[in-house]
């Protein structure tokens, strides 16, 4: 279904930078409202700033892993909007290293923030979603959401999380009327990688992929163009689409070379050795 998003009451979570920040750009050149929410207020301000100055826009500072400041952004939508037609879940963190030299800690915050606050924050927003104009949850998953790719563990599942939670309330809400779209993108151009909350494996390696990538504003673009649309998934670049094509229809290819690709570069880093081979 086409969706048109002039006044639409948008509230968008990770909109202090990086892809969020563009996202706030694009939507208000559409002419949304906004809600946008992030924990650095002066970050915040700043891309408030750089909007359009003719659409209604409102920032709160928000931990989203605490359920009172979801609840309270909640409750600003209502205040400010009347309600809310658009959730998007966009933020998230990372986190890069093989698994056995990470921690529990960095495994449950990556959950936390990826995975259990976005849950949490859809079921806040229900009920505002339920009576919105073409209402839609978009959730900012991850190509690492659709295939698992070496050193980022924690990261892929909460993605997979995030994109399995997505898929049934897909179809659960239809029941109200209400879409999901799932972003599955590649590598984007954001600071992301200097947000990792851990990273215990080649440092520099990262930063080189995402200066490599989508610009945010390229990907910005192609996500609104979906919620337009009412498309149920997009993923980008071409190449990342074309490597989740292999890997759904012969995933062992891509198994042999995510093998490969870990023993040639990460072989170094494992401290694990099978009895009587230690040094
Ligand atoms: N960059 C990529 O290559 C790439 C690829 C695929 C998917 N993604 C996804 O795209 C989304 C945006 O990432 P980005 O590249 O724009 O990275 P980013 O610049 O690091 O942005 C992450 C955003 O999440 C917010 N955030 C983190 N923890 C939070 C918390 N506890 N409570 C509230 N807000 C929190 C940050 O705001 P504060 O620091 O102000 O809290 C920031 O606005 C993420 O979900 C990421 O997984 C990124």
Not at 58 to 69: E, G, P, Q, S, Y
Not at 131 to 143: D, L, R, Y
Not at 176 to 185: E, F, K, Q, T, W
Request: charged content about 25%.
């Amino acid at each position: 279904m086409k969706r048109e998003l002039r006044n639409a009451r948008v509230l968008l979570t990770g909109a202090s930078g990086g892809l969020g920040a563009a996202l706030a750009r694009e939507l208000a050149a559409k002419g949304a409202r906004l809600m946008l929410t992030g924990r650095s207020a002066e970050r915040l301000r700043e891309v408030a700033r750089s909007v359009e100055t003719s659409t209604e826009t409102h920032i709160l500072v928000a931990d989203l892993t605490h359920a009172a400041d979801r609840k309270s952004l909640v409750h600003s939508c209502f205040d400010k909007f009347g309600g809310l037609d658009v959730l998007i879940n966009n933020a998230g963190i990372g986190a890069r290293g093989l698994f056995e030299n990470s921690s529990p800690d960095v495994l449950r915050k990556t959950m936390e923030v990826n995975f259990f606050a976005a849950a949490e924050l859809i079921r806040d927003c229900l009920d505002l979603l339920v009576n919105g104009e073409n209402p839609i949850i978009v959730n900012i998953c991850s190509a690492s959401g659709r295939r698992g790719f070496p050193v980022r563990s924690e990261y892929c599942a909460s993605k997979f999380a995030l994109a399995g939670l997505s898929e049934v309330l897909r179809a659960e809400l239809a029941i109200h009327g209400i879409d999901v779209l799932i972003v599955s993108p590649g590598h984007i151009r954001t600071e992301f990688h200097k947000h990792f909350i851990a990273n215990t494996t080649q440092a520099g390696r990262t930063g080189r992929m995402h200066a490599r990538g989508v610009p945010p504003e390229q990907a910005a673009a192609k996500i609104i163009r979906a919620i337009e649309k009412g498309k149920h998934e997009v993923v980008f670049p071409f190449k990342i689409w074309l490597t989740l094509l292999v890997n759904r229809l012969f995933p062992r290819i891509v198994d042999y070379f995510t093998a490969r690709h870990c023993k040639r570069h990460y072989a170094a880093e494992s401290n694990l050795h099978k009895q009587g081979t230690a040094g």
